[in-house]
């Protein structure tokens, strides 16, 4: 429990970006899987309600996402060996999560569309949409990151840049 609690006061887990990204992803999964335009697709209700479990689905995903990607940047032997820290990512979240999320999409629209998502060609198609929002998301967190780091370098060189001017002053 104290982990989640430092997890929603990090940046990591800022639940307006958590439900953008999920909407953004949902939106590309749901328009993507249409022939349709996008402004004739918006109207239909069978559009709707894949995005609403899109949304869902997506938000449940990235949760999980940022959660991991939270956790493996506060381990201190990962911060230092980075290349061990991706692959251990890639591995769970690219992998084993990629696995899992194709398999709860299946009992989704089974359970609620009665619909089998291997004879639609949906592994071709869609997952590969899925994997991509998936992939997307860690790339996200990864430049965040690099930002955070980064403006927090520059603050820290000029704050001593500061302090050496003044000490040089007096």
């Known amino acids: 429990m104290i982990a989640l609690r430092f997890f929603f006061r990090s940046w990591y887990g800022n639940v307006l970006i958590l439900m953008l990204l999920a909407a953004t992803s949902s939106f590309l999964i749901t328009f993507y899987t249409t022939a349709l335009s996008v402004p004739w697709s918006i109207t239909l209700e069978k ?8 949304f869902v689905l997506m938000f449940v995903a990235i949760f999980l996402i940022s959660y991991v990607i939270y956790r493996l ?7 230092q ?3 061990l820290r991706y692959i251990i990512q890639f591995i769970l979240l690219v992998l084993l999560m990629g696995a899992v999320a194709l ?3 299946y009992a989704v629209y089974w359970t609620f569309f009665r619909v089998d998502l291997q004879k639609a060609e949906y592994f071709e198609r869609d997952y590969v949409v899925v994997m ?12 965040r990151k690099n930002r955070k780091f980064s403006a ?13 001017r003044s000490v040089m002053k007096s």
């Open 47 to 54: 559009h709707l309600m894949i995005f609403l479990f899109s």
């Open 103 to 105: 398999r709860v999409v």
């Open 81 to 83: 060996h980075e290349l």
């Open 152 to 164: 927090y370098a520059l603050k820290r060189s000029k704050f001593y840049i500061n302090r050496c």
């Open 73 to 79: 940047d506060a381990n201190s032997y990962l911060r």
């Open 132 to 143: 991509f929002c998936l992939i997307m998301v860690q790339v996200y967190f990864a430049i």
